[in-house]
């Protein structure tokens, strides 16, 4: 499967964004995803989880409580749904496939290694 991440762009802190990661194929359903980011000089950091169905999702602690992670399998696209950003959340954002199609998540956050078919990312920056 290949990945196409989009929607990130410069916004004031407090702003919205809503990134959309669209995969071709027609097995999307088949992938739990994730969505990850690395902001310069960083390690890349786990943001938001989705089972296959949607029916559970996992956030980091940067993303709880002010994203939201959804998928539309019709459409073969997963959402983030980022609010209330703050200039910490500046990043290139990534989304990836989970190579343990059936996870349960027992612990947070959730490894990169773990994660595969990565989309070319898009660039969030923040203003303060």
């Known amino acids: 499967v290949q990945l196409q991440a989009s929607g990130g762009g410069l916004v004031q802190a407090g702003g919205s964004l809503r990134l959309s990661c669209a995969a071709s194929g027609r097995t999307f359903s088949s992938y739990a995803m994730g969505w990850f980011r690395q902001a310069p000089g960083k390690e890349r950091e786990f943001v938001a989880h989705?089972?296959?169905?949607?029916?559970?999702?996992a956030y980091g602690e940067a993303a709880k409580g002010r994203f939201i992670l959804s998928r539309d399998n019709a459409k073969s696209t997963v959402y983030l749904q980022m609010n209330s950003l703050i200039p910490e959340d500046t990043a290139v954002y990534y989304c990836?496939?989970?190579?343990?199609?059936?996870?349960?998540?027992?612990?947070?956050?959730?490894?990169?290694?773990?994660?595969?078919?990565w989309g070319q990312g898009t660039q969030v920056t923040v203003s303060s």
């Open positions: 990836a496939v989970d190579l343990l199609r059936d996870r349960k998540v027992w612990s947070l956050p959730l490894p990169a290694a773990d994660f595969g078919s």
């Open positions: 989705i089972t296959r169905s949607g029916d559970s999702i």
